[in-house]
């Protein structure tokens, strides 16, 4: 069973610092939702989300794992990975680490991720920190694209019903719950504008081994 996640990501310089700022800022920073995307009879993880990956997490270096299960596992489409944020000027020190849980999605023949942030730095996600965080993976050769939902666009879908969710805020920022069900947000995703809705950056990586 492979094991991926792309959780961790900074919009802002001023939150760029440490993974403890990010933890308090992750759910104000990127819409999140109650549900996964739902799949289309997936069985296993796409091959894709396996080795290790070196790359770019908003301005800093940071390493994406795919783990493996036990050999005798069965297959099964959800799995888990770890990125690893780095000091910037000393790639040998971590600033933290992420574990997540994830789902990938296969739609107009595009991956979508549906991922769930499960541990910082070893401590379990808090209750703000809970929901899907949805993403489009976007695959070049060995090079990965990872791109979220831009809260602007996904505000205004919201407000005009073509997704079902609410609009809050949080330490000044504001935070965005989709509440539509799994296959509502497949549904959405088959006629939406990818290019808008999916269009605030992630990640990039490149696969290492």
């Not at 894709?48 to 997490?57: A, K, P, R, Y």
């Not at 809050?168 to 947000?185: A, F, H, K, N, W």
Request: proline share 4%.
């Amino acid at each position: 069973m492979n094991l991926s996640r792309l959780l961790s990501g900074w919009k802002s310089a001023g939150l760029t610092a440490v993974v403890g700022l990010f933890a308090l800022s992750l759910a104000a920073c990127f819409p999140t939702s109650e549900h996964p995307i739902a799949l289309n009879g997936e069985t296993d993880a796409p091959s894709v989300f396996s080795g290790i990956w070196e790359g770019g997490l908003g301005d800093g270096k940071a390493t994406l794992i795919f783990m493996e299960g036990a050999e005798d596992a069965a297959p099964t489409p959800r799995f888990t990975g770890l990125i690893i944020r780095h000091r910037e000027g000393k790639p040998s020190i971590n600033e933290g680490w992420i574990e997540f849980e994830a789902e990938a999605a296969e739609i107009r023949g595009e991956i979508f991720l549906s991922a769930l942030l499960k541990r910082l730095d070893g401590n379990p996600a808090e209750a703000d920190e809970a929901g899907y965080y949805l993403f489009r993976v976007q695959m070049t050769g060995d090079d990965m694209l990872v791109t979220t939902l831009d809260d602007r666009v996904m505000a205004e879908l919201l407000n005009r019903g073509a997704l079902d969710g609410s609009i809050s805020s949080s330490v000044g920022l504001q935070v965005i719950r989709i509440t539509s069900d799994s296959i509502g947000l497949r549904a959405f995703l088959v006629t939406a504008d990818l290019e808008e809705v999916f269009s605030e950056p992630f990640a990039r990586f490149t696969r290492q081994r």
